[in-house]
Each structure stands twice: as structure tokens, then as C-alpha cells.
């Protein structure tokens, strides 16, 4: 059974950093491309940071170069979005998200549950 957990998220003032993690079962990520996504209540969902079953890293559409970046542990069935230099902006549900397919340009069929990231003095 596919599923994926996030964890990490909370309340940091601007400037701060928060570490996500995005942890999966049912498959490994050797095999498939794991995204970070975001949504603002009311707003369309945006893509923040995707990482190919080969580790390629690929940016889907937040302007986030510089402060965001992602990775994986591939023993720990974990893939992780470090958030640096965080702005209001940034205030969100994050998601986690997989295609079950190689590469990040696929169409995204599963998601973990979100987890709450506020950015606020």
C-alpha cells in the first residue's frame, strides 16, 4: 500500500528554517520521483521542489532557488525539503507527492495528508 507522511512543519518567524519530511511505504524511492507541493486555502495548489528516482532535482514552479532545497535518504524511505530563509509567503500546507513513476514531470496520483507551515512574526 502506497503512502506518504509528512512531518515537520509549524511556526517560525521570518528569517527562520523549518526541515520537512516526507516519509513513504508501499514502494522505494530508487524507483519513483517524490514532489513538494503547496496550497494556501482558496488558492490553486503550486509546485515547490521534485527529486527523480535518480536523485535529479527539478524546481516546479515557486521561485524558492537559494532558500529551498530537497533530498532524500534512501535507507530511510525519507525525502526531505529544507526551507531556509523563510517569508510570509511561504505560509502554506505542504504536501508530499509521487506519480509512482520516474521522473518529476508525471502526473501526481499520490499524496500524504499535509502538514501546516505558518511563517510569522
Known amino acids: 500500500q502506497v503512502q506518504l507522511v509528512e512531518s515537520g512543519g509549524g511556526h517560525v518567524q521570518p528569517g527562520g528554517s523549518l526541515r520537512l519530511s516526507c516519509v513513504v511505504s508501499?514502494?522505494?524511492?530508487?524507483?519513483?520521483?517524490i514532489g513538494w507541493f503547496r496550497q494556501v486555502p482558496g488558492k490553486e495548489r503550486e509546485g515547490v521542489l521534485c527529486?527523480?528516482?535518480?536523485?535529479?532535482?527539478?524546481y516546479l514552479g515557486v521561485p524558492v532557488a537559494g532558500r529551498f532545497t530537497i533530498s532524500r535518504d534512501i535507507p530511510r524511505n525519507t525525502v526531505y525539503l529544507q526551507m531556509n530563509d523563510l517569508k510570509s509567503e511561504d505560509t502554506a500546507i505542504y504536501y508530499c507527492?509521487?506519480?509512482?513513476?520516474?521522473?518529476?514531470?508525471?502526473?501526481?496520483?499520490?499524496w500524504g495528508q499535509g502538514t501546516q507551515v505558518t511563517v510569522s512574526a
Open positions: 507527492a509521487t506519480p509512482l513513476g520516474i521522473d518529476c514531470r508525471y502526473e501526481y496520483d499520490y
Open positions: 508501499g514502494f522505494t524511492l530508487e524507483n519513483y520521483a
Open positions: 527529486i527523480s528516482s535518480s536523485g535529479g532535482v527539478t
